[in-house]
């Protein structure tokens, strides 16, 4: 059975950092590329960011861009969110999810291609 357990959300002043961490379990994690999304009250869940497999590849919504750092310690089967210079529109459930297919090379932004969800993390960022 997969497991993905986020942690690390909360309650955070504009301009505040947070790391997001989300530990996996029942796949060979490291053979997955991973991806983090989020959704705010009465929005769709959008991408935020992914990670190849083997961590060489990375990819941004624009919204984060320069702001959001990923990455994954596949000996610790964990993936990472660091979000610095926050802002009160991050606000949002945070979501990791991994990717369907098996030491795929894609990055993918839509949500139709992970197969697996953790429950998620609240944060919230106040003005």
């Known amino acids: 059975q997969v497991q993905l357990i986020e942690s690390g959300g909360g309650l955070v002043q504009a301009g505040g950092s947070l790391r997001l961490s989300c530990a996996a379990s029942?796949?060979?994690?490291?053979?997955?590329?991973m991806g983090w999304f989020r959704q705010a009250p009465g929005k769709e869940r959008e991408f935020v960011s992914a990670i190849t497999w083997n961590g060489g590849n990375t990819a941004y919504a624009d919204s984060v861009k320069g702001r959001f750092t990923i990455s994954r310690d596949n000996a610790k089967n964990t993936v990472y969110l660091q979000m610095n210079s926050l802002k009160p529109e991050d606000t949002a459930v945070y979501h990791c999810?991994?990717?369907?297919?098996?030491?795929?090379?894609?990055?993918?932004?839509?949500?139709?291609?992970?197969?697996?969800w953790g429950q998620g993390t609240q944060v919230t960022v106040s003005s």
């Open positions: 999810a991994s990717d369907r297919v098996n030491r795929g090379w894609g990055l993918h932004r839509s949500r139709n291609e992970y197969d697996y």
């Open positions: 029942g796949r060979t994690f490291s053979m997955y590329a």
